[in-house]
């Protein structure tokens, strides 16, 4: 019997319909378009309107369609894990929560905390469970409702953040294909320079938090650009070579989408022209940990089986990771 490797075998994505543009955003505080534009990249980002409606809203939509379209029953499913920042509640876990309304019942579920780097944490947590045979059909949901923790008076963080879900279903497969590497990273002092400073046991909600804006996200901008630039690009450099991989043998690169700069710097340093880049931050911004599924699942037509292909990114904690993969199926 050959090597079980975890296969991506199906993608599905869901962003809600309200587009949050520019223009709106200027008359909301002091930006531009071309500030925007010129040093993020960003043209809109979907916001998730509507009373109690939180990530699991999201999550479900993207897991329905995925089952939908692999012809999954959700009895079927083993584990589903859950990518977030944005919980629905503290707890439970909103993976449960998009479990129950997917009608998942034969399965266990959790919830994976790493930010921006979560859907690779939770794409390499899933593929141990294949690899290992403990489970058959997973399910890995990056999924954020970024708006719900973005302060909309702080111009310097509400251009950035956006709403989405995309969900992938993982299976064991004994052919060359799925994924094929993997590299993992956190450092936790870089937790002064991205956080939101309450709502947790530390700092309980309370009337002074809400007063001084602390139930929102807190970006040292700067600071965090420098850790990204360096970090991704190193990283996904780092899983080239340790793979005997050359720029010609990728397919593409899917990078993590918080800033158009972060994202060329990266591709220019792994060697690859920019149409071997995916990109769509212009059309829905950072998502958070959906943003590398959403970039799968608008890129899925071209995608072809064997296609090799490098997932990196960055994000608070500090987290970074890469993960090298080989496409497993042609388009349908
Ligand atoms: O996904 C998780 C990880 N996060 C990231 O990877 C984000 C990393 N950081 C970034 O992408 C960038 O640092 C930002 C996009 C957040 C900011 O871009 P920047 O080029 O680093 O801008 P800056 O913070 O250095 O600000 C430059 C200027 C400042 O004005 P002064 O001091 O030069 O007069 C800001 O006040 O731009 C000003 N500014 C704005 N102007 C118009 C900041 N935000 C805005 C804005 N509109 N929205």
Redesign the pocket.
Known sequence: MGKIRAAITGIHAWVPEYRLTNFELSRM????DE??MQ??GIKERRILKGEGLGTSELGVNAVKGLLEKTGTSPAEVELLICATITPDMMFPATANIISDKAGIKNAFSFDLSA??SGFLFALQTGAAYIESGLCRKVVIVGADKMSSITDYTD??????FGDGAGAVLLEPTEEEVGIMDHILNVDGSGCRY?HMKAGGSARPASHETVEAREHFVY?E??A??KF?VSSMADVAAEIMVRNNLKPEDIAYLVP?Q??L??IDATGRRMGLPPEKVMVNIENYG?T?AATIPLCLWDYEKKLKKGDILILAA???GFTWGSIYLKWAYDPQ
Request: aromatic share 10%; charged share 10%.
């Open positions: 505080v002091d930006t531009s500030w925007i040093r993020v930010a921006c111009r310097t963080t509400c251009p950035l991205l970006q901008g700067q965090v650009f990204a993590h918080a800033n700069r972060i950072n958070t960055f994000g608070g």
